[in-house]
């Protein structure tokens, strides 16, 4: 299968700061890259759609100025979580789509103290 | 909207057993089930992927069966190791992307 990766793996920041967390797929080129967001003992949950050179296409119920999506390249999507708080702590993981399967990033920690 | 229902959501078992995960979803009309692993603190593994004109996917001790006319699917772990304990995640997809269960926690007890 496809190889996705995440970085940073984790990162822990102040609340109110911004955190850019990074998707690349590294062995195929992805127009469409998916963002879940997992709270403990959770399920995944979809946050946006990332669509490379286009805007992406948020679920209903998640702030799109608050997390930002850029996928500028067919390798590349990044996640900006803006003015952090406490409550945005959580398993944020990107999966890149082909058709009928996806390939999932190890997933990054983010925990805002 | 599509509901994904996994039961148990939690089970441990001795080491040898042979166990069942099963997974339940509202809306039949779906592309695919894909069966996922997660260890703690970590991304997904993918286990089984089944296409809807499937009904089973066989992967050494794992077998995945699906029958999207009663909208279910279960995972059969043979021979289960302590190797095994983890969460195991259901997801199915009807387009891109996928609506993921809560998973089953299971602990393979030695």
């Known amino acids: 299968g496809a190889v996705v990766s995440q970085h940073p793996s984790w990162v822990i920041c102040k609340s109110g700061t911004s955190v850019k967390i990074e998707c690349r797929s590294l062995d195929f080129q992805a127009t469409t890259m998916f963002w879940y967001r997992q709270f403990p003992k959770q399920s995944l949950m979809l946050m946006a759609t990332?669509?490379?050179?286009?805007?992406?296409?948020?679920e209903q119920g998640v702030e799109k100025d608050k997390f930002l999506i850029n996928h500028a390249s067919l390798t590349l999507s990044t996640l900006t979580v803006t003015s952090a708080h406490p409550e945005d702590s959580s398993f944020y993981i990107c999966?890149?789509?082909?058709?009928?399967?996806?390939?999932f990033g190890p997933g990054t920690r983010l925990t805002v103290t | 909207k599509q509901e994904v229902t996994q039961i148990p959501a939690a089970l441990s078992v001795p080491e040898g057993e042979n166990l069942v995960l099963n997974c339940s979803f509202t809306d039949s009309a779906i592309y695919n089930l894909q069966w996922f692993r997660q260890d703690p603190g970590k991304g997904l593994t993918s286990l089984l992927l089944?296409?809807?004109?499937?009904r089973e996917q066989t992967s050494g001790r794992l077998n995945a069966s699906l029958d999207k006319s009663s909208g279910r699917s279960t995972l059969y772990i043979a021979a289960s190791q302590p190797g095994d304990s983890a969460t195991y995640l259901c997801?199915?997809?009807?387009?891109?992307?996928?609506?993921f269960g809560k998973g089953t926690r299971l602990s393979v007890i030695a």
């Open positions: 089944i296409q809807s004109s499937q």
């Open positions: 999966s890149c789509g082909r058709t009928y399967e996806q390939y």
């Open positions: 990332s669509n490379e050179g286009s805007k992406a296409t948020y």
């Open positions: 997801a199915v997809g009807q387009n891109t992307p996928l609506v």
